[in-house]
């Protein structure tokens, strides 16, 4: 199999999703690696790297879509490549379908067989883990007073006391900020709504974390203490309500820091609106926002060697295997199937944008096989079945 990586083109990417580590076993297994010119140079892997381990590098990213087999990259597919996606072709690439609706329109119509790699992860993913750790950081220049913010140290400093921070969420995405905060001093307090996630939180700080059911209420109680929030929580889409609204942020002192590293529009924090590197803060009702899509991308070394180390399995199980067999053998590479041969097979996507959907298993005809297990992707449920 031919397999193209691309540069990414979205402002403030610098990641990759194949370094040639991972280049390497792709080739050594047989199959071709073309690589976009520049394609890791964002996260420190050049050029000549690729070609030591043997891969080809292509001029532009037209050569790349006109001869691979399989495409990948870390972002969405924009709309200025729609035009180069072919039938047939496997796209692999973090494509957030419910919240793209041209996007999938356009794998549709192209009958590419797409694959959303934040729906791929059997673990956890090491983006969530690294969003979690670097939004801290972020938050912490936020916290600057020559950012906006009201000047205090995390940790605290001898006779002023250390930062208080509320965390939303105890995922991936909420644990790498815990472990971050915690070892910088700060006092932290957990909410979630899984009792036994916050019994082992407590039990893994040793009792030095505060944790508390999340709830609104809960919140509201605890804002006017706190210094830095931190939304780390996946809010279902199309829920109608906040867990934070604009209104609850004046109980904070002007200054605060709000980071929401989960970033979805319309979704926990409703004076959320996605902002970038280059411009990554605003302020509302006094708080200081940090609002960046792609936080991980500020740590693209080793994020993308951390990416790529979990994509590499996917990447050798579709090019080894073909595939419907993959997705036989891995119940998460099943699940995160978005489009084959015009069909749409992703249940959310099917829910949010309206569109009749079919089950991956059913499309690929596996559905009478022994298949790997998977949980869902999603809580958000689709009857819009296709008739096939």
Known sequence: MKIGLLKDIKKGEF?????PLEGA?????????????????????????????????????DEVWENADLITKVKEIDETEFANIREGQIVFTCLHPA???????????SKAIAFTAEDAHRYGSPNCEAAGKQGVICGLESMSVVNGGKGKFIGGLAGAPSMNVLVLG??????????????????????????????????????????????????????????????????????????????????????????????DENGAIESFHETTHENPRYVVNGVVHYCVSNIPSAVAKSTSQAYAAVMLR???????????????????????????????????????????????????????????????????????????
């Open 99 to 109: 919240a793209h609706p041209k996007e999938v329109r356009a794998l549709m119509n």
């Open 15 to 19: 990641r990759t999703i194949i370094t």
């Open 25 to 61: 076993t792709i080739i050594n297994d047989g199959h071709e690696l073309l690589v976009e010119k520049g394609a890791g140079a964002g996260a420190g892997f050049t050029d000549d790297a690729y070609r030591k381990i043997g891969a080809k590098i292509a001029a532009s990213a």
């Open 170 to 263: 105890a995922g991936i995405v909420g644990k790498g900020a815990i472990s971050v905060l915690v070892a910088l001093g700060a006092k932290v307090t957990v909410l979630a709504n899984n009792l036994q996630k916050l019994r082992d939180l407590k039990s893994r700080y040793n009792e030095k974390i505060d944790v508390m059911i999340s709830t609104r209420e809960n919140i509201k109680g605890l804002l006017p203490n706190t210094d830095m929030l931190l939304n780390c929580v996946r809010w279902p889409k199309g829920e109608t309500s906040y867990l934070v609204t604009k209104d609850m942020l004046s109980l904070m002192e002007p200054g605060s820091v709000l980071v929401d590293i989960s970033n």
């Open 314 to 388: 996917h990447f050798r199980n579709l090019a080894n295997n073909g595939v419907k067999d993959a997705c036989a053998k891995d119940g998460y590479l099943r699940r995160s199937l978005v489009t084959y041969d015009g069909y749409l097979t992703h249940e959310e996507t099917s829910a949010i944008q309206g569109i009749p959907w079919v089950r991956p298993e059913k499309i690929l005809g596996i559905d009478k096989d022994n298949l790997d297990f998977a949980p869902r992707n999603t809580v958000t449920r689709s009857d819009n079945f296709v008739k096939l």
